[in-house]
Every structure is written in structure tokens, then in C-alpha cells.
């Protein structure tokens, strides 16, 4: 253990070091060459960041070009098939997402505020939590799992409506009391090599870390398609991702924790352009 942390400290001492850069620094992304998405925003009042930057400018020109068409970008094979479930009738109330709220465009805006607090349910909910809620309490249809293939291809078509929109998450009033949960959990070291969300996207953004850039960690761009795993990862999958990546044992997808995390997280990047669906290693 003793070798293990004197290892890590020689590590993040390197990589303090390093200058910070990143992939595509002067890159500009246009989607469909029609679609100018700005991919830098200035830092909200308060942040501990001089200029906000989305994980797109971090990335390889290659991986960059994907994110660029839709034609090659690959979420949209799952995007097509979430087209395809809107307007499925499941359940034993035999309705479809569509028997409520018609054209998937009604939801334009909509990616921008989340999460954000329920009144009615007396707690922050995400994207994830009212498809569910319309699953199990309006269709009668059984929930989907937070991170599968329904759930990940179904939130990406309501995000891609809000796509080039700046996020804009409210942390005052009854979400005060996550977004502070979220804001300790981000500086809070924890797992067996004792780091935080902290060490990586605000203290050495910039600098390589196996062979890629370390990005702020901005989320503006999820759900994103990872060529890691050739398919669209959830906000909440990739902090259950970096956690056991530093040996921590992840809080639940869907927990009160989790969901703290991302309204702080998205706050962080007020400002930023949604992007869904993008494309990042």
C-alpha cells in the first residue's frame, strides 16, 4: 500500500507538471456542416474555473469527426430505435410515449433543466426517473433499468431536441440542499487511491493520462456514445465508471448520491451547449 501511494503521488506530482493542452484547442464543431454548436462558455459566478470547455475539445480530430455527422455518428443507430419505441404501445394501459405527449420535439428544452426538484415527489429527479414514472404510473409498462438499451437510446432522443441549448440547472430554493451533497461528494477523496472527481477535472485537465487528455468532466454532452464500449453511457454509468476506476465503491445509479453528483456537476457547466448525442473515447 505504502508503494502504491508513494506511486500515485510521484503520478499526479507528473502530471501537475505537464502543461496543460488539449486535442483539438482551435477545432470548431459543426454538425451536419449546418449546426455550429460552441463548445466553450464563460465560467459561471463562483466557479473554481477560469473558462468552461466541453469534453469534445479534448478529443482526437478522429473521434472529434465522428461526433460531426450523424451519419457516422453511432448513437443514432440507437436513437433511430428509441423513434421506434416512442411510438410503441406498452403496458396495460395500452398507450405509447406518443398517447401523452405526441411529438418527441415538445421535450425541446427540456435536457438543459435537469436534474431538477419534483415538487410532487418531494425529490430531484433526472431524465431517467419521469420515463419510468410515465412507464410504471401512465402506461402500466414495467420500469427500464437506468443505464440499458431502452432507457440510454430513449433519453438521448429527448436530449437531442435541447441540442444546442445552454445548460441551465437551478441549485437554489429545494435543490440547495443536493447541489451542496453533489459539491462534496465532487471534492470528497475516496477509494483505495484517496482521489477526488476533483483531482482529475479541475486540478490536471488537460494533461495526457493513458494516452488521452483528462477533459473537465463537463457533462453537457450526455448521453454520450463511448468507443470504450460501443454504446451510449449514461451521466450516472460513468461516475459508477470513474469510482470503481480509483477503487471506490459506487453509490447506485439512481440514488440520492448519484443524482446530487450530476446536479452539481451539470451547474458546473451552465452555460455549455448541450451536445447529445456526442461521441468521446
Known amino acids: 500500500m505504502k508503494r502504491l501511494i508513494k506511486t500515485l503521488t510521484c503520478t499526479v506530482a507528473a502530471l501537475v507538471a505537464t502543461t496543460a493542452v488539449y486535442a483539438g484547442e482551435d477545432a470548431v464543431l459543426m454538425i451536419n456542416e449546418e449546426i455550429t454548436i460552441p463548445t ?4 459561471p459566478e463562483g466557479s473554481p474555473l477560469t473558462e468552461l470547455l466541453s469534453g469534445w475539445k479534448f478529443r482526437s480530430g478522429e473521434t472529434q469527426a465522428l461526433q460531426m455527422d450523424d451519419f457516422d455518428n453511432p448513437s443514432f443507430i440507437f436513437i433511430d430505435k428509441a423513434r421506434d419505441q416512442w411510438v410503441k404501445v406498452d403496458g396495460t394501459e395500452g398507450k405509447s410515449c406518443a398517447s401523452c405527449h405526441e411529438d418527441v420535439e415538445s421535450f425541446k428544452g427540456l435536457r438543459t433543466e435537469l436534474p431538477r426538484w419534483n415538487e410532487t415527489k418531494g425529490k430531484m429527479y433526472a431524465m431517467e426517473n419521469y420515463i419510468n414514472d410515465c412507464r410504471t404510473e401512465r402506461m402500466g409498462a414495467e420500469a427500464w433499468k437506468w ?25 437554489d430554493g429545494p435543490a440547495s440542499t443536493a447541489y451542496e451533497l ?69 453509490f447506485k445509479e439512481g440514488s440520492e448520491e448519484f443524482t446530487a453528483l450530476e446536479l452539481y456537476v451539470a451547474s458546473r457547466g451552465n452555460g455549455l451547449a448541450v451536445e447529445s448525442p456526442a461521441v468521446r473515447n
Open 182 to 250: 453533489g459539491k462534496k461528494l465532487y471534492y470528497t477523496r475516496v477509494g483505495q487511491l484517496d482521489m477526488a472527481c476533483s483531482n482529475c477535472h479541475e486540478d490536471n485537465y488537460g494533461v495526457m493520462i493513458r494516452a488521452d487528455h483528462l477533459s473537465q468532466g463537463q457533462i453537457n454532452g450526455f448521453p454520450t456514445y463511448r468507443l470504450k464500449n460501443a454504446k451510449i453511457n449514461s451521466v450516472q454509468a460513468r461516475f459508477k465508471g470513474c469510482m470503481k476506476n480509483i477503487r471506490a465503491e459506487p
Open 40 to 43: 466553450t462558455a464563460p465560467a
Open 147 to 171: 443505464s440499458k438499451g431502452n432507457m440510454t437510446g430513449m433519453t438521448s432522443l429527448i436530449s437531442l431536441q435541447s441540442r444546442g441549448l445552454p445548460v441551465a440547472v437551478k441549485t
